[in-house]
């Protein structure tokens, strides 16, 4: 039987946990030692191995920790009484609220996809699905329904999740203190609640039944030209 973890053992797993998580979304994986986290919790450094087995582990319960939450939240508005608009909103809102109270999971998932997700478990990579299949189940209903046209539910999930992502990661730049006296429209100070209504919007009229089609690349390349 596995030992009884006490209030000490969770604070110092939280403390490694928030630390690491820091660490690898400004830095990296490959950037970011043990030593580094260790110095970063105020903690010693066997204690990461007591919580976690190596850094990779480490790295794959933050990750997974994000994602698991992520898809058990839009699961349950997925299967909620409400209807796809509503549904489709509430997936924007709490994407932006995961921003907020996960900050460090779009710079981590950039960099992780943008490698090719080399470090992606198949339990991670579980927690992913879940997160997109659900959202995918939002736009089903809604085609179904007749509130939203027809479009690939990963085209319409890519739409709705990279402004918000690029959000989160252009607020991450105007974080930064060299940054704060800079006068560079980009960098202004826009409030998450305006963001939702935005992403709302925007995604309201992508996939509104009406929405005008699409003309084609080649008219589309003749209207350029």
């Not at 579980?126 to 990963?154: L, T």
């Not at 940054?179 to 925007?202: G, M």
């Amino acid at each position: 039987m596995a030992p009884k973890r006490t209030a000490s053992d969770v604070s110092t797993r939280d403390a490694i946990f928030a630390a690491a998580a820091t660490l690898f979304s400004s830095s990296g994986f490959d950037s970011v030692r043990t030593d580094d986290i260790a110095r970063s919790a105020e903690v010693n450094k066997a204690m990461i191995y007591y919580h976690f087995a190596d850094k990779l582990a480490l790295y794959r319960a933050i990750v997974g920790d994000g994602l698991k939450t992520m898809s058990e939240i839009v699961g349950r508005i997925a299967t909620s009484e409400i209807t796809p608009p509503e549904k489709l909103d509430a997936f924007i809102e709490a994407f932006v609220r995961m921003t907020e109270t996960r900050p460090w999971m779009p710079a981590m998932m950039l960099r992780e996809i943008a490698e090719g997700a080399p470090r992606l478990d198949p339990e991670t990579m579980a927690h992913m699905r879940g997160v997109i299949g659900n959202f995918a189940a939002i736009v089903k209903q809604g085609q179904a329904s007749g509130e939203f046209r027809e479009v690939h539910p990963i085209l319409a999930y890519e739409s709705i999740v990279g402004p918000i992502i690029i959000n989160a990661a252009r607020e991450r730049v105007a974080e930064q203190p060299a940054r704060k006296t800079q006068d560079f429209p980009l960098l202004v100070a826009i409030p998450h609640a305006a963001v939702i209504a935005h992403v709302q919007e925007t995604a309201r009229r992508m996939l509104a039944p009406d929405a005008p089609a699409n003309p084609g690349p080649q008219k589309a390349q003749r209207s350029i030209l």
